[in-house]
């Protein structure tokens, strides 16, 4: 069974940094894609970034300039680099990755924006 595991998220000021951290285990095959997606309460899940295996990346319009999103192939790992934060970039980060013509979750990281 593929599992994804998440670290790093957690408190931060307004205008701090946090980094997300996700490692895809059990899987023999390298993940297509992978990214971010997050939730604010009562609010829908929205994509922040993706990063395919070339290296190309998306990211949506509320982080572009402020996240960067970055992947180690050789170990099936993704990371979030999120500096300028804003109150609301708070949310429930979760990470996720194609493999085959499947998307596997992480289990979600609590950011926090706050002072």
């Known amino acids: 069974q593929v599992q994804l595991v998440e670290s790093g998220g957690g408190l931060a000021q307004p205008g701090g940094s946090l980094r997300l951290s996700c490692a895809v285990s059990?899987?023999?095959?390298?993940?297509?894609?992978m990214g971010w997606y997050r939730q604010a309460p009562e609010n829908q899940r929205e994509l922040v970034a993706t990063?395919?295996?070339?290296?190309?990346?998306t990211y949506a319009d509320s982080v572009k300039g402020r996240f960067t999103i970055s992947r180690d192939n050789a170990k099936n790992t993704v990371d979030l680099q999120m500096n300028s934060l804003k109150p609301e970039d708070m949310a429930v980060y979760y990470c996720?990755?194609?493999?085959?013509?499947?998307?596997?979750w992480g289990q979600g990281t609590q950011v926090t924006v706050s002072s």
């Open positions: 996720f990755a194609r493999i085959r013509t499947f998307d596997y």
């Open positions: 990063i395919n295996s070339g290296g190309s990346t």
């Open positions: 059990r899987s023999i095959f390298s993940p297509s894609y």
